[in-house]
């Protein structure tokens, strides 16, 4: 059914580079969603690649601003990393606004995120709600539009890491992934019933990718 309103609370942990500081973050997202689609299949399968993407993909990465000369060193130093470079320093409303537009963007219309809550133990008494987004000022010749903008799920704006990124049906996350027939709430935040599980990889990231 569409038009029905879904809430997700989760959480991850990342270090962040802010200008000359390096330090770990544990970050939590409440995600609030209205279902578009009326296919159900359609609808987990949009879940499982938000749960994903957070797991997979963010949790454990480094974030830091694209102009940083600190995460280019650090690039180099830390290959087996994945460096997701911002458009601005990694402050938390910052990293709100670019999963709220990610994540909209992998789901490809089939649900909506209506409002991203973020959070940190940094600024443990602090949330930002994003409800809209607001453009980036950012201009790189490489690629038409920055990866939080494109449904893939790289987080690098190179060809080369665009290139080598496995696509969503590599994990069972296509929209003809084999679902569970059983359906409601409950399943939805359920990736185990997923039939074909997704595999844990590092996506390659960074500025030299």
């Known amino acids: 059914m569409a038009n029905i309103k879904l809430s997700h609370d989760i959480g991850f942990s990342a270090v962040v ?19 578009i689609s009326d296919n159900s299949v359609f609808q987990n399968v949009a879940i499982q690649r938000i749960l994903f993407f ?17 995460a ?22 910052v990293i709100g606004m670019i999963l709220y537009s990610k994540l909209n963007s992998i789901i490809e219309g089939n649900l909506e995120i ?28 490489k690629v038409e539009f920055p990866w939080w903008e494109r449904s893939d799920l790289t987080t690098s704006n190179t060809l080369k890491a665009m290139k080598k990124t496995p696509d969503w049906s590599t994990f069972g996350l296509g929209w003809d992934a084999k679902i569970s027939s059983q359906s409601g709430v409950d399943f939805i935040f359920e ?19």
């Open 17 to 35: 580079i802010e200008g000359n500081k390096i330090y770990p973050n544990s970050f939590y997202l409440k995600i609030n969603m209205v279902t």
């Open 54 to 70: 957070l797991n997979e993909v963010i949790n454990g990465s480094v974030l830091c601003k694209v102009t940083n000369p600190i």
């Open 72 to 93: 280019n060193r650090f690039i180099r130093m830390a290959k087996d990393s994945n460096v997701i470079l911002l458009p601005e320093e990694p402050f938390d409303q």
């Open 114 to 141: 209506d409002t991203l809550t973020i959070g940190s133990e940094f600024a443990p008494d602090l949330t930002y709600t994003i409800e809209d987004f607001e453009d980036f000022s950012f201009d790189d010749s």
């Open 191 to 209: 990736p185990e019933y997923n039939q074909e599980q997704p595999e844990v990889v590092v996506l390659e990231g960074g500025a030299n990718e």
